[in-house]
Nanobody
Framework: VQLQASGGGSVKAGGSLRLSCVASSAFTIDRMAWYRQAPGKQRELVASITRAGTTNYKDFAKGRFIISRDNAKNTIYLQMNSLKPEDTAVYYC????????????WGQGTLVTVSS
């Protein structure tokens, strides 16, 4: 399974961006997620979504970010609103096969830069 993330860019604080991640094949994939890694920090989970549409958000993403999924297109999205400078990071999409604990598949990352 190959993942292709896109949609990153530069935006001012308070702005919005929408990230997309397309999977080459999602036949065995259940949960998909967005992670991010800021400069000098560890990679962290942003949000995840199952094939059935069950979502999970980290606290910093609640109320500002929305994860969604189009199973017909093998695509997940991350709508990011009210962006803050601390949201600046490389955002990665990840996919986890059904029954697995770890995310086995990762996209190449897309850079989001939020200026004040």
């Amino acid at each position: 399974v190959q993942l292709q993330a896109s949609g990153g860019g530069s935006v001012k604080a308070g702005g919005s961006l929408r990230l997309s991640c397309v999977a080459s094949s999602a036949f065995t994939i259940d949960r998909m997620a967005w992670y991010r890694q800021a400069p000098g920090k560890q990679r962290e989970l942003v949000a995840s979504i199952t094939r059935a549409g069950t979502t999970n958000y980290k606290d910093f993403a609640k109320g500002r970010f929305i994860i969604s999924r189009d199973n017909a297109k093998n695509t997940i999205y991350l709508q990011m609103n009210s962006l803050k400078p601390e949201d600046t990071a490389v955002y990665y999409c990840a996919a986890r096969p059904a029954g697995q604990v770890d995310y086995d598949y990762w996209g190449q990352g897309t850079l989001v830069t939020v200026s004040s």
